[in-house]
């Protein structure tokens, strides 16, 4: 059983920066697919960023690329989302996720097993 747990969130003024960070219990941070997903109120949950736990090349949503990055600290079984430029449409809850069963990094909530509680970040404007 993998446990994940997400620290970081908060309430800053657009155009800020936060920094996520998602620590694992009994995870092998050397496989597997690693990623940051967010719900907004009323919306569906949707894929922001995720990455092969092994490394290589992340992937990103759309609405985040060149404003955010997914890494890792392997020694410390830590996943982080650096968040910046920040803007009021990116208020969510912020989950990390573990697919154990591929490689790839990908954006696909259902294939992922395993989940945070969620950590709160509020834009305002």
């Known amino acids: 059983q993998v446990q994940l747990v997400e620290s970081g969130g908060g309430s800053v003024q657009a155009g800020g920066s936060l920094r996520l960070s998602c620590e694992a219990s009994?995870?092998?941070?050397?496989?597997?697919?690693l990623g940051w997903f967010r719900q907004a109120p009323g919306k569906e949950r949707e894929g922001v960023a995720a990455?092969?736990?092994?490394?290589?090349?992340?992937v990103y949503a759309d609405s985040v690329k060149g404003r955010f990055a997914i890494s890792q600290d392997n020694a410390k079984n830590t996943l982080y989302l650096q968040m910046n430029s920040l803007k009021p449409e990116d208020t969510a809850m912020y989950y990390c996720?573990?697919?154990?069963?591929?490689?790839?990094?990908?954006?696909?909530?259902?294939?992922?097993?395993?989940w945070g509680q969620g950590t709160q970040v509020t834009v305002s404007s």
């Open positions: 009994r995870y092998y941070y050397s496989r597997g697919c």
């Open positions: 990455i092969y736990a092994g490394g290589g090349s992340p």
């Open positions: 996720a573990a697919d154990m069963t591929t490689d790839w990094p990908h954006l696909v909530e259902s294939g992922y097993n395993y």
